[in-house]
């Protein structure tokens, strides 16, 4: 295959694509009670702004590699970033909720196709011992740009009113679907496999119904609803079930024997720890810095903000540093760093000042940019090139799941926790058992990180082939 383009320009073309996906959906979120004053909605609806993106872009991940591989994964791409396009076309003249929820449906599939093939382009361009410098620079943008679209949206959101947070996309993607047209590599052969229908139903459902689930989850109360429970039961036997059945496959939709690859089943249970660690702070740390420390709302963005800024240049450098010297070293820093200073928040007391909270933070930033990019790289490295995509999608549809997951059964247990003891001992209380419990467990991925190994040594090819050999 030729790049005509210099490769950084792939690079760039891609960060335009997933940058404009992540910066949409975080700046999405301060407006809702400008969406429930504009179309007279209750909070209920309006949490559908944000569970519609979830959702859909849940269900297609799933197709992704099967996708690619018929059409490629320059036109599969250029086809997600303008239905992105089209979404926030349809989102800045909408005239009614269902229209705007529409919208973040069309841009959630967007995103399904886009986000799990972004390394998988960068990678067909880069070879294995350059890969770590590059996703650690995607990775930095990435991480960085969550925390920013919150500020951007509320600035937009004062200005020009919530139509701006859909149109501010236009451009940068009319921009990434042009560049992306001259840039993008070509000629990967399209593969004629068989779509595997009732693999994707079970999954799709699975995903489906347990978000939704999740997302009815309010209170313990809601856990008890009949709904809720024979959503959520009837999701996990979907998904049992479509392993069950991808496991007798010979052409699967998603090809669950890739696990039988030790770096890459290690990436995984390290980027998914790392994950649940992520989204549990971000529940966390506005109840410590709030309700327990008792400072404003704008303190949090600033110690959420500087934790992502810290993750962004310690991406850049852990990066460096799997290309240098292999995963194990990096990730087991990483791992280190982010499970001491998650200890070290369940520690802290009601007198403990801002100013310690923000060294926690942003040494917990480091430790997420030295092994959360490096492992996710790591992991992919371990794959043929052909199944790359395929393992970017099963990495990101694990933990999304799994992270959804954890932050209920954290929020269910700070409500009981709330309740059982009132008071402001009670809340710091149970705010430090779950800072304490998700500390651990990033500590306990520790030997996984042991087992990756100490030089940039790759898995022989022998292995390769006997574990994505059907059975």
């Known amino acids: 295959m030729t790049v005509i383009a210099p490769r950084w320009l792939v690079v760039v073309n891609v960060l335009l694509g997933t940058l404009t996906v992540s910066l949409n959906n975080s700046s999405l979120n301060p407006a809702l009670p400008a969406f429930m004053e504009a179309f007279a909605i209750g909070p209920l609806l309006a949490t559908w702004i944000v569970a519609a993106f979830m959702v859909s872009m849940g269900m297609t991940m799933p197709l992704t590699s099967f996708l690619s591989q018929r059409l490629g994964r320059k036109r599969l791409y250029l086809c997600g970033v303008g239905l992105f396009i089209g979404g926030s076309l349809l989102g800045a003249l909408a005239n009614s909720i269902a229209l705007v929820i529409a919208a973040r449906v069309v841009q959630g599939i967007a995103s399904g196709l886009m986000i799990p093939l972004s390394l998988a382009i960068i990678f067909s361009v880069y070879a294995k011992g350059e890969r770590g410098r590059v996703t650690g620079l995607w990775g930095a943008a990435v991480m960085l740009a969550p925390a920013l679209g919150p500020l951007c949206g509320s600035l937009l959101l004062e200005g020009f009113g919530w139509r701006s947070l859909f149109l501010m996309n236009v451009p940068i993607g009319v921009l990434a679907l042009l560049l992306g047209i001259g840039v993008l590599p070509t000629g990967e052969a399209a593969e004629r496999k068989p779509f595997d229908l009732a693999g994707y139903l079970l999954i799709a459902t699975g995903i489906g119904l347990l978000m939704i689930g999740i997302g009815r989850l309010q209170d313990a109360q809601t856990l008890l609803d009949p709904l809720n429970l024979g959503m959520l039961l009837v999701a996990i036997l979907c998904l049992l079930a479509f392993v069950r059945l991808e496991l007798r496959r010979s052409a699967p939709l998603l090809d669950l024997r890739l696990f039988a690859l030790r770096g890459y089943r290690l990436s995984v249970i390290i980027a998914v720890v790392q994950s649940v660690g992520m989204f549990e702070s971000l529940v966390l740390l506005p109840l410590l810095v709030q309700m327990v420390l008792g400072h404003s709302a704008i303190w949090t963005g600033l110690v959420l903000l500087a934790t992502a800024v810290f993750a962004s240049l310690f991406g850049h450098i852990g990066g460096k540093w799997l290309d240098r010297h292999g995963p194990r070293g990096v990730v087991s820093c990483g791992l280190l760093l982010t499970g001491?200073?998650?200890?070290?928040?369940?520690?802290?007391?009601?007198?403990?000042?801002?100013?310690?909270?923000?060294?926690?933070?942003?040494?917990?930033g480091a430790g997420l940019g030295l092994s959360y990019m490096p492992v996710t790289t790591a992991g992919l490295n371990a794959l043929p090139e052909a199944m790359v995509?395929?393992?970017?999608?099963?990495?990101?549809?694990?933990?999304?799941?799994?992270?959804?997951?954890?932050?209920?059964?954290?929020?269910?247990w700070l409500e009981w926790r709330f309740s059982a003891e009132s008071g402001g001992a009670g809340t710091l209380a149970a705010i430090n058992e779950v800072f304490m419990v998700t500390g651990i467990l990033i500590l306990l991925a520790l030997p996984c990180a042991w087992r990756f190994p100490a030089g940039a040594a790759e898995e022989p090819a022998e292995a390769l082939a006997a574990a994505i050999e059907p059975h």
Do not use: E, H, W
């Open 389 to 412: 995509t395929q393992g970017a999608a099963m990495n990101n549809i694990a933990r999304r799941l799994v992270s959804s997951l954890a932050i209920v059964i954290a929020a269910l």
């Open 340 to 364: 001491v200073a998650t200890l070290a928040l369940g520690l802290l007391g009601t007198q403990a000042s801002i100013g310690l909270v923000f060294v926690l933070m942003m040494v917990r």
